[in-house]
């Protein structure tokens, strides 16, 4: 098991929150997605079969900028 945590810019409600849970929980391999709106920071449990730049592409593609990776 590994875990990633992504600074994210451009979220600002729940429903950014909800919907960058979303997109991650959708990908195979993700096993739990933490969000802290505040911080904007996002930490993924996943296994090898999903890695770092999968998570990011996804989060982009909700409409996110991912600016920094742990």
Excluded: W
């Excluded at 810019?9 to 969000?35: D, F, I, P």
């Amino acid at each position: 098991m590994q875990k990633t945590t992504f600074q994210v810019n451009g979220m600002s409600c729940m429903g950014c929150v909800n919907g960058v849970k979303r997109v991650l929980s959708g990908l195979a391999g993700v096993h739990t997605v933490e969000v802290d709106l505040s911080s904007g920071r996002v930490q993924v449990d996943h296994d090898a079969q999903c890695g770092p730049e999968a998570l990011r592409e996804a989060i982009e593609s909700a409409g996110y900028k991912v600016v920094s990776t742990n």
